[in-house]
């Protein structure tokens, strides 16, 4: 049987991120670049993403097909072969 983690809230996250590196460019004396902090909170989701993967698969014996991350009202449609 296949093994998916959803992780769930990934706006929220997203939007946590961004308003972060924004107060720290603020905090630096740099413009504000929201090109640069979406991407920063691109980044940070897929690290998250890295991580809850490298944590399921030090279970013993455990394994994980899939991850991923999703917002509120996104459809997903995972097909299990």
Known sequence: MPIVVV???KDEFLDIEFGAHRKAMKKEGKAFNEEACEQHAEQRLRERMEVIQSEMETVPNGRLDACLAVSYGEQ??????
């Not at 997903?76 to 072969?81: G, N, T």
Request: charged share 10%; aromatic share 0%; proline share 0%.
């Open 7 to 9: 992780a769930t809230k």
């Open 76 to 81: 997903v449609v995972i097909i299990v072969c």
